[in-house]
């Protein structure tokens, strides 16, 4: 099996079908880990699909992999969330792949927005490092109660209460879009350059 055999795409009304199959490996991944998680319904996953908001991982008609975008604080913060991969399709690089993916869709709908995630598991924490997010306390993220009301179906709920919603298992992690960028991601003395000289041809013309 090969990554390049399969297809990570934005997710179409017609893979509303898959809604109870990725519920399910949400589910068994998260009993498998032994963490909490927020559990979701068909319905609210064939909603996500259905209003443009999530990344499918499709091997010839199988889904394999899913994760999923929402919105809050009128758009001003964006959720990932739901990453998932069939458990056959491991080890491939396609948590990778799909994180881009969702990491794309975001930007492309909410360009403004801060991206955030939290999670409790340690290779998805991995993958948002290496897209620019920052691990942050739980007061840097969304006030949305909303938001907060979803964690309700969590197994460690109760410890999220006690702490008066400042700290639980998960860690929180913000991707910025306009934070600096660090000395590694900064473009070159010759891209910058080169980007001049675009900026003046426009200009000319």
Not at 36 to 48: L, W
Request: charged share 25%.
């Amino acid at each position: 099996m090969d990554i390049t055999d399969i297809n990570v795409t934005f997710a179409q009304p017609e893979h509303a079908k898959y809604a109870e199959h990725i519920v399910n490996l949400i589910y068994e991944s998260a009993l498998q880990r032994g963490t909490g998680i927020a559990r979701r319904t068909p319905e609210y996953i064939a909603a996500k699909i259905n209003g443009g908001k999530s990344v499918v991982a499709l091997h010839g008609d199988r889904l394999v992999g899913f994760s999923y975008i929402e919105s809050w604080s009128h758009g001003n913060f964006v959720a990932t969330s739901g990453l998932i991969v069939d458990p056959e399709y491991r080890h491939l690089g396609l948590a990778g792949a799909i994180k881009a993916k969702t990491f794309e869709l975001a930007r492309l709908r909410f360009p403004f927005a801060k991206l955030f995630s939290i999670t409790t598991s340690l290779p998805v924490m991995k993958l948002n490092s290496r897209m620019g997010y920052k691990p942050v306390t739980f007061s840097e993220l969304t006030d949305d109660e909303e938001f907060w009301r979803g964690c309700e179906g969590c197994r460690n709920y109760d410890i999220l209460q006690r702490n008066n919603r400042r700290m639980c298992l998960c860690t929180g992690m913000l991707y910025d879009p306009e934070q600096p960028l660090e000395p590694a991601e900064q473009p070159n003395a010759y891209m910058l350059h080169l980007r001049n000289t675009v900026k003046k041809l426009f200009h000319l013309r």
